[in-house]
C-alpha cells in the first residue's frame, strides 16, 4: 500500500504570493491533517479534514485554508505569505478521526520564503 | 505557550549507552504517542499508551505513561547509531494532537 505523498516536495516563493500545497493520503483514510514544522516553534496544528469538512483548526491567521475533495485528497494554501511562512509543512493521513487512529506522515513540503 | 515540554533538548552519546527522554505536561492527556523523525522525512510512531502508569516495551526502547497521564519517559537501552533522529510526544485530547518540543539525539560510534 502506498504511503502518503506530498506535492512538491521543495518550493521557494516570494513574500506577498501564495502557495498551494498537496497531499495523497493513503488508499482508505479519510482524515487529513495538516502542521507546519519550524525549528523555533516544533510541531504545531494546523486544520484537520474529514469527508470534505473541516473537523479541527489551530491557532494560525485566515492567510493558512485547506480543503480535501472526494478522493479524500488535501491541498493548503497560504495567501500573502510573510518570511516567517517558511518551514517544513507535513500531511498526515488516518482511517477515521484525528485521536482515534493511528496517524501516517507524508515526507512534507519544505517551503522557502524569500 | 508550549504545551509539552520535552527533556533534553539535543542529546548527543556513544554507542551502547542508556538514555531517557522526558516529556512533560501540566495539562492531562487521553493518550500520548511517541514519534521518530529522521531528516527528510516525516515522523513515525513508536508507540502510543493510553493508560495512566502504563509501560510498553519495543525491543530496547521503553514507554512509559506518568499515573496522573500528564507526562511520559522514552528509555533508550545500548543506543545505537540507528536510533540517531529526532523523538516528538504527542499529546491527544480528542481533537487534536499537540506536539511536543523534540529531542535530538545522535548516537556515534
Known amino acids: 500500500k502506498a504511503g502518503v505523498t506530498q506535492t512538491p516536495r521543495y518550493l521557494i516563493k516570494t513574500r506577498g504570493q501564495q502557495v498551494t500545497l498537496s497531499c495523497s493520503p493513503i488508499s482508505g483514510h479519510r482524515s487529513v491533517s495538516w502542521y507546519q514544522q519550524t525549528p523555533g516553534q516544533g510541531l504545531q496544528f494546523l486544520f484537520e479534514y474529514f469527508s470534505e469538512t473541516q473537523r479541527n483548526k489551530g491557532n494560525f491567521p485566515g492567510r493558512f485554508s485547506g480543503r480535501q475533495f472526494s478522493n479524500s485528497r488535501s491541498e493548503m494554501n497560504v495567501s500573502t505569505l510573510e518570511l516567517g511562512d517558511s518551514a517544513l509543512y507535513l500531511c498526515?493521513?488516518?482511517?477515521?478521526?484525528?485521536?482515534?487512529?493511528?496517524?501516517?506522515f507524508g515526507p512534507g513540503t519544505r517551503l522557502l520564503v524569500l | 505557550t508550549q504545551l509539552l515540554e520535552q527533556s533534553p533538548q539535543f542529546l548527543s552519546i556513544q554507542e551502547g549507552e542508556n538514555l531517557t527522554v522526558y516529556c512533560n505536561s501540566s495539562?492531562?492527556?487521553?493518550?500520548l504517542q511517541w514519534y521518530r523523525q529522521e531528516p527528510g522525512e516525516g515522523p513515525v510512531l513508536l508507540v502510543t499508551v493510553v493508560t495512566g502508569g502504563e509501560v510498553k516495551k519495543l525491543k530496547r526502547l521503553t514507554f512509559q505513561f506518568g499515573d496522573a497521564r500528564k507526562d511520559s519517559s522514552l528509555h533508550i537501552t545500548a543506543a545505537q547509531p540507528g536510533d540517531t533522529g529526532l523523538y516528538l510526544c504527542a499529546g491527544d485530547r480528542g481533537n487534536k494532537l499537540t506536539f511536543g518540543t523534540g529531542t535530538q539525539l545522535k548516537v556515534e560510534l
Open positions: 498526515a493521513s488516518s482511517l477515521n478521526q484525528l485521536g482515534r487512529e493511528t496517524q501516517y
Open positions: 495539562s492531562v492527556f487521553s493518550s
